[in-house]
């Protein structure tokens, strides 16, 4: 069974940091760029980071810039969000997808595109003190 699995969510304070995973199952992620999205209740999924398939090139929100990293571990056939200086606006639920092929950058925060092959199950991040 094809699929991808995140973990890492959880509960954490204003200005703490998590680590968001997101594992594949069934097939390698080394062919695959790799997208962040985060969906709170009642808006649109928005593109938080993507990452391409070597890992040489990223993107990220405006909204997390300097603040999340993207990384991938191709041995682990994982990739990462390293999110830092969490705020109580990045209280989402986090999601992963995997794309064969990008048609352009802008995909990166397209969550409709019918680029993005694969989607994962979601992890919660809530950020409150």
């Known amino acids: 069974q094809l699929q991808l699995v995140e973990s890492g969510g959880g509960l954490v304070q204003p200005g703490g940091s998590l680590r968001l995973s997101c594992a594949a199952s069934?097939?390698?992620?080394?062919?695959?760029?790799i997208g962040w999205f985060r969906q709170v209740p009642g808006k649109e999924r928005e593109g938080v980071s993507c990452i391409s398939r070597s890992g040489g090139s990223t993107n990220y929100a405006d909204s997390v810039k300097g603040r999340f990293t993207i990384s991938r571990d191709n041995a682990k056939n994982t990739v990462y969000l390293q999110m830092n200086s969490l705020k109580p606006e990045d209280t989402a639920v986090y999601y992963c997808?995997?794309?064969?092929?990008?048609?352009?950058?802008?995909?990166?925060?397209?969550?409709?595109?019918?680029?993005?092959?694969?989607w994962g199950q979601g992890t919660q991040v809530t950020v409150s003190s």
């Open positions: 069934g097939f390698t992620l080394d062919y695959y760029a």
């Open positions: 997808a995997a794309a064969s092929q990008l048609s352009s950058g802008y995909v990166c925060y397209d969550s409709r595109s019918p680029d993005w092959d694969y």
